[in-house]
């Protein structure tokens, strides 16, 4: 396990959303290595054991527009996975959970420095968000 708590440490150590930090440390998360089948296996799976699932690409090079390309399909289950390419992982939690958490942290200037291509995924998680009922 010790592989798997290191990667956990560090996605720990370099985010910085309040939120993430919290859940990842206080274990709330679980982590895990794998490709699409995996994710999909999680998300059929999903039970609420865990607020977060980091799944951490292992052959699996194309995970960042995969993830992309299926968020109205998760919609649909409230779930979504939120690609990471700059540091290597992707997180799957519930679309809800997600956007109550964006909603706090925008009040707080928390986005105040995103560039406008990171405030477009916030906008459109949050429109699948209300969506998702619906899809």
Known sequence: MGFMSDA???????????????TLADGR????????NT????????ND????????PKNWTT?????????????KDDLIAIPNAKEGYVLLQRL???????????RSGF???YTMEQIAHVIRRRRL???WPRL
Do not use: H, Q
């Open 8 to 22: 956990l440490d560090d996605i720990v150590r370099n985010s910085n959303c309040p939120f993430a930090t919290e």
């Open 96 to 106: 809800s959970d997600l956007v109550d958490a964006s909603n706090s942290l925008m």
């Open 49 to 56: 054991e865990y607020e977060v699932i980091v799944i951490l």
């Open 129 to 131: 968000a209300e969506e």
């Open 29 to 36: 998360a679980k982590i895990i290595e794998g490709n699409y």
């Open 111 to 113: 986005y105040d420095d």
């Open 63 to 75: 995970y960042y527009k995969w993830c992309l390309s299926m968020e109205e399909v998760f919609a």
């Open 39 to 46: 994710l999909m296996t999680e998300v059929d799976n999903w």
